[in-house]
């Protein structure tokens, strides 16, 4: 009867530890865990504090949310052809939903895990790493199941432009971008306007391109000149003159 207990929590504890593999990452074989326990095993697994996850472990509850998704992806990849399983596509499909849905309860309800405080900034940094593009799937579906939500999209996304800002503090153009940090932020800026109902609404802010509507620097005329205009660096003065030059007609070929 001990033996018999003991291989049962040996099986149990085996069967717990499964979605999280040795890298921190968590298991590949994602088809393995029952559909109809996916969305608990996330919330189980969202409500740990950040001092029960040792690395390589990721702590914040978007990255993880994140990594999930994309394993289930390659594995959604993987199951296609002739043998592909219905079942398990089913499920991967459901498990990179629940990874979205989630995603939008941590970066609107903060409060809702552990580690999910500061949800946007971790949104923005992996954006920033180049670790989500909108030429993968999760940042598309967030951005439409935020804009789902009422007021959601917009909240959000104008706290990414405010974050990208910060990195753009001192510039007068592209040309002033010399630290890597800003041009991460800026591609990251890029990955979110390239998709659309996200690029709808970061046009709406405020700070976005043109100076608000009747501020002061709305109302300033700006007017090309070959001259050297004053207080512009040189790599501005020679952008400004390369703007300048006539263009070239077009030419089309018989």
């Not at 500061?118 to 940042?139: D, N, W």
């Not at 405020?206 to 070959?226: C, D, H, I, T, Y």
């Amino acid at each position: 009867s001990s033996s018999s207990s003991s291989s049962t929590t040996t099986s149990s504890s085996s069967s717990s530890s499964q979605p999280e593999s040795s890298d921190g990452s968590g298991s590949n074989d994602l088809s393995a865990i029952p559909s109809d326990s996916l969305s608990a095993l996330l919330a189980t697994r969202l409500s740990l504090p950040a001092s029960s996850l040792p690395p390589p472990h990721e702590k914040e509850a978007l990255t993880y949310l994140h990594s999930v998704h994309a394993r289930a992806s390659v594995s959604l990849r993987n199951n296609t052809g002739p043998k592909s399983d219905f079942v398990t596509t089913e499920m991967l499909r459901e498990c990179m939903q629940l990874c979205v849905s989630y995603a939008v309860s941590s970066l609107t309800v903060p409060e809702l895990f552990p580690t999910s405080d500061g949800a946007v900034a971790h949104l923005h940094a992996a954006m920033c790493k180049a670790k989500m593009s909108s030429k993968e799937g999760f940042l598309p579906s967030l951005v439409e199941e935020l804009s789902s939500q009422d007021g959601a999209l917009e909240d959000v996304a104008s706290e990414l432009v405010d974050l990208t800002l910060k990195d753009f503090e001192g510039w007068d153009c592209l040309l002033d971008a010399q630290s890597a940090k800003a041009a991460r932020s800026l591609q990251a800026l890029a990955s979110l306007a390239a998709v659309k109902k996200a690029a709808k609404v970061l046009v709406k802010h405020p700070k976005f391109l043109m100076p608000p509507e009747g501020s002061p620097g709305a109302q300033e005329m700006v007017s090309s000149s070959s001259d050297n205009p004053s207080g512009f660096s040189a790599q501005q003065q020679q952008f400004m003159r390369l703007m300048n030059l006539p263009s070239a007609p077009p030419t089309f070929p018989r």
